[in-house]
Structures are given as structure tokens and as C-alpha cells.
């Protein structure tokens, strides 16, 4: 009579070796489909999806990041005392619209506060890098045509003056001109 089960046969060196392992059961020493190996490195393809997206997305940042470079200010005046200008020149451009037509008021007046206030914590930026820096002039009269597509027009262009500044400035002040870009860049749409 035989036992169930697999029965012994002879390996090359004449020692019993067992036939088959029972389906599902891993066999020591020999690796298991989808199973990684003790002590042997696996990259699956999930990980290297999720690692080949990463990458890719730190080499799509990368000219980003390296624009932005900390400066100490040293090169020349500050970039940002002519936003704060800008910004003191549109407050005014928005007043003189809005006494050109009283109508214009509720769209208009939000924005001559967000300029003014750009204004104010750019001069703020300013002085705590440089103390000694006075705070922007006002602007000595308000330009001849102060209508709508006036204002429309000095708008977009502080969103790109901004947004050419970000590149070029200390990474601590990025965040201050980006949100004056995206708040110029809103006005803009909004009043179109």
C-alpha cells in the first residue's frame, strides 16, 4: 500500500527530494508570483508609476523653484517701491473714476481698498528690509481719463508687472507680490 501525497524520487545527488508542493503553499526558498522576495528589492508597478509622476513633476517645478532665488537687496532699489507706487496710483485712479461717475462705486470701491492696502503692506515690506527706505510717494495728480476701461487697463497692467517681479525677489516677499498679482488678475476679469 502507498500513502497519499506526493512520493519521494531521487535528486542529482541521490538524496529524496519531494515532487510538487500543494498548489498555494509557497515553497522555502523559491519566490511566489506577486510576493517580493526576502532581501530582494521589488519595484512594482504601482510605485514606479507613482515615482515616474513624481519625478516628473519635480522636473516640471524645477526652473520654478530655481527663480526663486534669495536676494539680500543689495543690487539696486527694491523692486517693490514701484509697485507700491503702482498701487497708489491705481487707488487713485479707481477715486478719480469713481467721482467721474458716482455709478461705478459698489464695483469700484472694493478695489481702491485692496489697492490702497497693496500699497500699505508693500511700503511695510519695504521698511522691514530696509528701515531707512522712506514710504512711497502718492501720485501727483490722477490721469486725465479715469473711466472704466481706464481702470480695467491699469489693473492688468499691475498683475503683470507683478507677476514679472516674482521670478527675480527674495522667496520670503514671493508671497506677498503673488497675492497682488492674483487680486490684480481678479479685478481685471471681474471688471471686464
Known sequence: MSAPGPSPSRSSSGGPTWGDPTP??????????????????TLGRRRFLALAATGAAALAASPVLAACTSTDGTEGPDPL??????????????GAAI???PR????????????????????????R???????????ATAPPKADLAAVRTAVQDA???????VAGIAVERVGLVAAITACCTTYAAVLA
Do not use: F, Y
Open 99 to 101: 467721482a467721474a461717475d
Open 129 to 139: 528690509l530696509n528701515p531707512k527706505a522712506a514710504p512711497s510717494a502718492a501720485p
Open 104 to 127: 461705478l462705486t459698489d464695483r469700484l470701491d472694493p478695489l481702491r481698498a485692496a489697492r490702497t492696502d497693496h500699497a500699505t503692506a508693500l511700503d511695510r515690506e519695504i521698511q
Open 24 to 41: 498555494g503553499r509557497p515553497t522555502p526558498g523559491r519566490p511566489t508570483p506577486g510576493r517580493p522576495t526576502p532581501g530582494r528589492p
Open 159 to 165: 498683475s503683470r508687472e507683478a507677476q514679472g517681479l
Open 81 to 94: 517701491i514701484a509697485l507700491a507706487r503702482r498701487a497708489r496710483a491705481d487707488a487713485a485712479l479707481v
